[in-house]
């Protein structure tokens, strides 16, 4: 199982942000930032401060995909 942050890239060109900008409105580390590019999985509460500082809700933001994993 893998997370996507596709939808918080979408929706910060819709608000007309940079990912610096969500930086200092949702108060979230440079570390966490790096880690959403790399669609790793991050803390909640950087996902709830994230969705606080958008407006938004958790679905809005990012998504669960479904991988299968090889059987060898």
């Known amino acids: 199982m ?5 939808k918080l890239w979408k929706l910060l060109l819709d ?4 990912k610096t900008d969500l930086l ?13 590019s ?3 999985f991050v803390a909640m509460e950087s ?3 994230i969705c606080k500082a958008l407006s938004c809700d958790i679905g809005d933001i990012m998504e669960i ?3 299968k994993e090889r059987e060898e």
């Not at 200092?24 to 790096?34: P, T």
């Open 38 to 40: 790399k669609n790793e």
């Open 47 to 49: 996902i709830c401060k």
């Open 24 to 36: 200092s409105k949702a108060g979230i580390s440079s570390n966490v930032l790096a880690k959403l």
């Open 65 to 67: 995909v479904n991988t």
């Open 15 to 18: 608000k007309g942000m940079k």
């Open 2 to 6: 893998k997370v996507s942050y596709l």
